[in-house]
């Protein structure tokens, strides 16, 4: 059964929320096959297949430079300047592999990294890791170039020949005159076929495209991962990690509860005491002022209910487990200071407290971006894909955002990989911003 599309709820500068466009309208676009929704989707599909292959490119080339260091280490071996140099073989190796497991788990499931190569040309032999590494380093220094190069020459070419048409004629006439194709161009006749021929590498790119991008990370996902020993033990210290990161987190929220009830709610609840005593007090001895205390008392009682319903929402918001995570989200935009757009794919329910870690990361980011960001509009998308919740914030502010200077952003994390998620921060100077989070959420 295909899942129902939510229609973005748009804010006003105001905080409330936008009604003019009809959903009904929307929904049927975005569920149209050809709609908007589809072809953006596979827009993005292509340029991130392109992006990858790109990045590939580069880690391919350290690969190459790997492979030549390599070689030129073992044909020195013979006069003896080899065996100097032949310890640095597998740190060469280690450090091209960590760029590529980098990159990789930018575009998927992580690959933990290994940490330094063995000491030794004998113990890095032995390391089963190492000996991994080498097989990916000759499949990625000539496939993976191999692609990369193909998919950069293919939309290069594609690009140059579906524009032709428009600057052939500045070209310096010659005979021939130069072209991009194997045939003269004398005509507007001529440079549309070029034109056509661009569109046909368009195509090309448009069917291969995703495929080759897989092909070309195949081998790293396949001979970089750690071996099953290794990843359980590097599974058992990341778990230790994050529930200790887990525990702190659960302890500093019950240390901001128990602030938040000492300094408000407390308080007043004291004064109201103190005014009901004086004010029957005053009645016993018929004195002015008992109704005035009453009052007081009241205005006050009803202060403490307002604040301790602050610190109840704060702890798991009802709109959260009653209405959802998409209406949960749609209120936090309707108080942010910043226009702010939700937009929320995520049929079915998840676990509570995926929940709540994606409501919470929201509140904290939209905070940040009201205060900090200088932006003038951001957007909360929520999918879900496979297994996994996708939660993506962006702003178009100053950009600049460093988890090493708080602006909440290490309990944000904390709280993520308490769950086993993961969250990607992009933040140049000058913006946009970015948070990526994935958050496992079940099939």
Request: charged share 25%.
């Amino acid at each position: 059964m295909a899942a129902r599309q939510r229609k973005p709820a748009e804010t006003r500068r105001d905080g409330r929320q936008d009604d003019r466009t009809d959903d009904r309208t929307d929904a049927r676009t975005d569920a149209r096959p050809g709609g908007r929704r589809g072809v953006a989707a596979r827009a993005r599909d292509l340029f991130d297949a392109f992006e990858h292959l790109v990045g590939g490119l580069g880690t391919a080339l350290l690969a190459l430079a790997g492979l030549a260091w390599l070689v030129l280490v073992a044909l020195t071996c013979v006069i003896g300047l080899g065996l100097l140099l032949a310890p640095t073989v597998p740190r060469v190796v280690r450090s091209v592999a960590e760029r590529e497991r980098s990159r990789l788990s930018l575009w998927g499931p992580e690959i933990v990294g290994l940490g330094p190569a063995p000491a030794g040309v004998r113990a890095a032999l032995a390391d089963r890791a190492v000996r991994r590494e080498l097989c990916w380093l000759l499949v990625h220094a000539t496939l993976g170039l191999f692609l990369g190069l193909a998919a950069l020459t293919l939309v290069v070419d594609a690009v140059q020949d579906v524009t032709y048409p428009l600057w052939w004629r500045t070209l310096p006439v010659e005979d021939p005159a130069p072209t991009p194709v194997f045939w003269d161009v004398h005509d507007d006749a001529d440079a549309w076929a070029v034109a056509l021929l661009g569109v046909g590498l368009a195509v090309c790119f448009l069917a291969l495209g995703k495929g080759m991008a897989r092909l070309q990370a195949w081998p790293g996902r396949r001979l970089l991962a750690p071996t099953a020993d290794m990843d359980l033990s590097l599974r058992v210290a990341h778990l230790s990690a994050t529930r200790a990161a887990a525990l702190d987190a659960h302890a500093a929220e019950l240390r901001r509860i128990e602030r938040s009830l000492h300094d408000g709610a407390q308080n007043r609840l004291v004064a109201v005491t103190v005014l009901l005593g004086a004010a029957r007090r005053a009645l016993s001895q018929n004195r002015p002022g008992a109704e005035d205390m009453l009052e007081r008392a009241q205005e006050t009682a009803e202060q403490a209910l307002a604040e301790l319903r602050t610190v109840v929402r704060g702890i798991l918001p009802p709109v959260l487990a009653d209405r959802g995570l998409a209406d949960a989200l749609a209120g936090l935009a309707a108080n942010c200071a910043v226009p702010c757009r939700v937009d929320v794919d995520a049929p079915g329910r998840c676990a509570a407290s995926i929940e709540a870690t994606a409501y919470f990361v929201s509140a904290e980011a939209l905070t940040n971006i009201s205060r900090h960001s200088r932006a003038r509009h951001a957007t909360v998308t929520v999918r879900r894909e496979g297994g996994r919740l996708c939660l993506r914030i962006e702003d178009d502010g100053v950009g600049g955002a460093d988890e090493r200077h708080g602006s909440g952003l290490t309990g944000m994390r904390g709280r993520i990989e308490a769950h086993d998620g993961r969250l990607t921060l992009t933040s140049p100077p000058g913006g946009p911003t970015t948070i990526d989070v994935e958050l496992p959420c079940g099939s």
